[in-house]
């Protein structure tokens, strides 16, 4: 079923554009400072002696935050203002930076991860409604797309600022406080095109759950498969008796398909139904997961060309899910629906690596794959049993 494009209802061509522009801007570079910032605690922690699993639940500690805080995000978004709220979220963080950057303290850097998670949430919840609801309904699969490829360049981007400069003393730290502080430009160049949330959503957050599970499900299932890719990509290249080297290519090759997808898949959005193509990437993705767990990865050549369209498929499921909801949702509404996506996603990024590592502890290496596939396999059946219900609720786009 194609999605009839229609003509943008904003008066000037340029001006949703611009504002999308800004809020983009901001994501990017929010997105540059914090895999900086990911990257240098883990290797501060490591350089200090705490063992592996210490320093994933520093690391958890943002998600469990976002968990915790991101359905309160679109009540204050309607006291405070959005652009105003977004300015805040930037102080916030880059006051956590700078405490961090003062002293070295796994506890200390426990709490001001979790607040630096709330900071966190509030941007990726606020400005991807900002997208969303600026963005003209004809290009909007298109709009997130390039959305979803800009944050993908800016987390590729940060460890290796990090490699320039390296991980000792205080400059890491004031690098990535100058990224967020510098993401403050284009709120305030774009702040009055910011959409405003005016009433109360009807629907309480955690409900669209029930009300829109295609959407919502593929944002735990995008958290999931992308976090443990790439965390444990690298420990299924050493047990299937590769080098570390070969594990960091295997990274690079789903970060690069990650990349490369998103434009494509998003202008695609914009022709066929988003519920249905969000279906086609689960199977499509779970094709792939099986094929990837039959075949040997020291054959690198064919394994690593399907590790990278395998990449580029399965992380579409981000931008796609999105406009989806932008599709159905307005005002409040959409603000709401998009708190419960990333609250999600952070649920995905926290259970997807156990389960993946499960899979690979008790089938081997790959089942590092099989475990991806029978999530996608559970997913797809949530989504035709949830068709019917779902598929009443005609789009608002």
């Not at 102080?91 to 930076?97: D, E, M, Q, R, Y």
């Not at 990437?281 to 094709?287: E, P, R, W, Y």
Request: charged share 10%; glycine share 12%; net charge positive.
């Amino acid at each position: 079923m194609l999605n009839q494009p229609r003509r943008s209802s904003s008066g000037r061509a340029g001006g949703p554009f611009a504002a999308i522009a800004c809020a983009v801007a901001t994501v990017a570079i929010v997105g540059v400072g914090l895999s900086l910032t990911m990257t240098l605690i883990a290797v501060r922690l490591g350089e200090q002696g705490f063992s592996a699993r210490a320093i994933g639940i520093n690391t958890a500690a943002a998600g469990f935050a976002t968990l915790a805080s991101a359905s309160f995000i679109p009540d204050l978004a309607r006291r405070f203002g959005v652009g105003r709220l977004l300015f805040a979220a930037l102080i916030l963080c880059v006051l956590c930076l700078a405490a961090m950057a003062i002293r070295d303290d796994y506890w200390l850097w426990l709490g001001l991860r979790a607040l630096f998670g709330v900071g966190l949430t509030v941007l990726f919840v606020l400005s991807e409604y900002w997208i969303n609801a600026v963005a003209p309904p004809e290009r909007r699969g298109a709009i997130l797309g390039f959305y979803a490829a800009s944050v993908a360049l800016g987390f590729a981007a940060g460890p290796l600022i990090l490699a320039c400069v390296g991980t000792v003393g205080s400059a890491p730290f004031l690098i990535a406080m100058a990224l967020f502080a510098a993401a403050a430009l284009p709120i305030v160049i774009g702040s009055k095109s910011a959409p405003a949330i005016e009433t109360h959503s009807a629907t309480p957050v955690l409900a669209f759950l029930l009300v829109a599970p295609v959407a919502t499900l593929a944002g735990l299932l995008h958290g999931a498969i992308e976090t443990a890719s790439m965390g444990l990509l690298p420990v299924f290249a050493l047990r299937s008796g590769l080098g570390a080297e070969t594990g960091a290519w295997f990274v690079t090759l789903f970060a690069l398909g990650n990349v490369a997808f998103q434009f494509p898949v998003g202008f695609l959005a914009d022709m066929i139904e988003r519920r249905r193509l969000l279906m086609m990437i689960a199977l499509v993705s779970l094709i792939g997961a099986i094929a990837l767990s039959a075949l040997e990865p020291s054959a690198s050549l064919l394994f690593g060309a399907l590790l990278l369209i395998w990449g580029g498929v399965a992380g579409s499921f981000y931008a796609v899910a999105l406009g989806y909801l932008g599709a159905r949702y307005k005002g409040p509404e959409l603000a709401s629906a998009n708190a419960a996506f990333v609250m999600l996603y952070s649920g995905g990024m926290l259970g997807g690596p156990p389960i993946m590592g499960a899979g690979m502890d008790a089938l081997g290496p790959h089942g590092f794959f099989l475990a991806i596939a029978a999530l996608l396999a559970i997913y797809l059946l949530i989504a035709r049993l949830a068709g019917p219900r779902e598929g009443s609720a005609k789009p608002r786009s």
